[in-house]
């Protein structure tokens, strides 16, 4: 029993970003201040969050584009957390209370989404979604990382990027472009990076590793004389991506429209691939990269994705302090 004793305090209700109904972020999700706390399940741990960071799917599944799947209203959204361990689940292992931890709670997104997300003060995760934080880095700078650096990460495997290829990654300074980019020359051993972006975004991409930064205001990167070996696209050019491939080469996708032979895949969370890249993060090969109104407070959520959904955002944007 003396373990027991050592756990927090764990209250039965907490603040929470919620919606009850499906719609535009702005009229639908709303700050409720007595949500219940998740229990956890054998697997699971309960985590006190400190940074969660927004993606575009977050606003999707408000706008309920894949409501089918969902479980009962009311949901709270959110899929990348930091934080620290409260309580374990009886078939934990990997984790003891007190540890700092951080994933991508949701391990299929599509096909089992969670009720309780990351945009609350405790969420629940399977262990295997969870990996320790790396000492080097904040909760703000964890918290942007999961999603977007494993769905980077599985979209490369899925090309077959291996060292000395050529590789265009269409849009470039987002929050997955960033770290594909990162993945692609430091991680992979790409021989050469193209990436776009916008105008003021050029010095983002050279600073990150790209070694051809094409300005897609200026460009059209599908008629450069220069043809690669693999095309990540985070955008959702269809046919254009596919002008741009060698014969043979591959193309992959994370948003629509596409054009074959682009393959569009959807993430699968795995603490795995954040175990594959600690030694990165920690040399600092491997960085963060943060949208310039990070990090945004918890009562100024919905600004947050209201910023997000302009679809200029830099980078990630990480809601902290949460209460």
């Known amino acids: 029993m003396a373990a027991a004793s050592s756990e927090p305090t764990i209250p039965s209700v907490n603040k929470a970003w919620i919606y009850s109904e ?47 799947n969902d479980p009962p209203l009311p949901i709270v959204p959110g899929h990348d957390v930091a934080g620290i361990v409260v309580k374990v689940g009886s078939q934990v292992k990997k984790f003891k209370v007190g540890d700092e931890v951080y994933g991508d709670i949701t391990e299929k997104a599509l096909e089992e989404p969670k009720k309780f997300g990351t945009l609350a003060e405790y969420t629940a995760a399977q262990e295997k979604v969870l990996a320790l934080k790396p000492n080097n880095l904040n909760f703000v700078e964890a918290a942007s990382l999961p999603l977007a650096i494993e769905t980077a990460y599985e979209g490369f495997e899925i090309a077959q990027l291996s060292a000395g290829q050529s590789i265009l990654i269409l849009g470039g300074a987002g929050g997955v472009g960033s770290l594909a980019i990162q993945l692609a020359k430091h991680v992979f051993g790409a021989s050469r990076v193209a990436a776009t972006a916008s105008t003021k975004k050029l010095d983002l991409l050279r600073s990150l ?11 059209k990167y599908e008629e450069l004389p220069e043809k690669f070996d693999v095309v990540f696209d985070a955008v959702g050019e269809g046919e254009r991506a596919v002008k741009a491939l060698k014969e043979g080469g591959k193309s992959v996708a994370i948003a629509g429209p596409i054009s074959p032979p682009t393959v569009i895949f959807v993430l699968t969370s795995t603490a795995t691939t954040l175990e594959k890249l600690k030694p990165y993060l920690e040399s600092g090969k491997v960085k963060a990269v943060l949208d310039p109104v990070t990090p945004v407070p918890f009562s100024k959520t919905l600004e947050a994705f209201a910023h997000l959904e302009t679809g200029h955002a830099t980078g990630k944007i990480v809601v902290y302090p949460i209460p």
């Open 209 to 219: 590793g790209t070694d051809l930064a094409i300005d897609y205001t200026k460009e």
């Open 22 to 68: 499906y719609g535009k972020t702005l009229d639908v999700l709303k700050l409720d201040e007595n949500f219940p706390v998740p229990q956890i399940k054998e697997d699971e741990v309960l985590i006190k969050v400190v940074a969660a960071a927004l993606n575009p799917i977050d606003y999707k599944k408000i706008l309920g584009v894949r409501k089918d």
